[in-house]
């Protein structure tokens, strides 16, 4: 393994995920173990601009493996959107003597890594951590299934109501551009149908669907919404839906940021484990600009730019099933 890097910066970015301290903890103790220093930096790009940069240890990432959240806390940077914010983080870097940074989040601070990476000589690794799911390169990211359980759990509380009441529920799951917790949401709970922002469903077809519900005296219906559909979210597509169908009674749940807090569950630990140390090791390897990601069960190191600009297709033999299974 190249010698060349001995001191790596780790944090995490964008909107948190269950699972980004068990990759943290990955990232310090391969490193440890590969004799190399490690600094956390606070709050993304803001304490990379700012210098908020902490040495982390084995010990330091001790009883985190099972916590939400980031203990290196999260940000959407905008200062780092400007090359001024970029030049500042470049120095604070230089500062602590960093070789290479590490960076756990989603499209957005890996657009951010790939920019910095063009305009300062820094090797940048990516780590998927995004609820989302809507990276290309890896078949899951750290954080996804976790969301989903968590949503799943509200889905079926929701059912039990609906079912006593005779309503029709509409709820909306996250995922502004991606529809997976949503499709997953929605197979994994029984839901009647899922609206996702990459399949464009129409008013009729929807009114049509539950009109035929309510004639076979199908007496409540869930509907998954992700945030982002086509026909707008879910307490808007109600809306539109209530001016058609008179059948049922029309109830709105959003069950918002509850989907990405909580424990990590399994998968996502071993998930955020494995990533967190090949990211390390790929570094050493002389890998950069570059996402770690899994696919049919590999590591692969997808560059950046695909990660971030090639689009991460929705399974249509998933969105078929779903529609079979929901009849
Ligand atoms: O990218 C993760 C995500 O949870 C999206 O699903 C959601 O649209 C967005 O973040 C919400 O962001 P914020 O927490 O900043 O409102």
Known sequence: MGK???????FTSGGDAPGMNAALRAVVRTASFHDLHVYGINRGY??????????LERRDVANIIHRGGTILKTARSKRFMEAEGRQQAFESLQAFDIDACIAIGG???FTGAHVFGQEHPMPFMGIPGTIDNDLYGTDYTIGFDTAVNTAIEAVDRIRDTADSHNRLFFIEVMGRHAGYIALHTAIASGAESVLIPEIETSLESLVDRLRKNAKRKKLFSLIIVAEGTPLGNATEIARKISEHISD?????TIIGHLQRGGAPNGLDRVLASRLGHSAVEGLLNGKSDKMVGILNDEIVYTPFEDAIYKQKDINNDLVRMSEILAM
């Open 46 to 55: 803001e304490g990379m601009i700012d210098g908020d940069l902490k040495r």
């Open 248 to 252: 049922f009674e029309i109830k709105v």
């Open 4 to 10: 060349d890097i001995k001191r790596i910066a780790v």
């Open 107 to 109: 499209n957005g601070t």
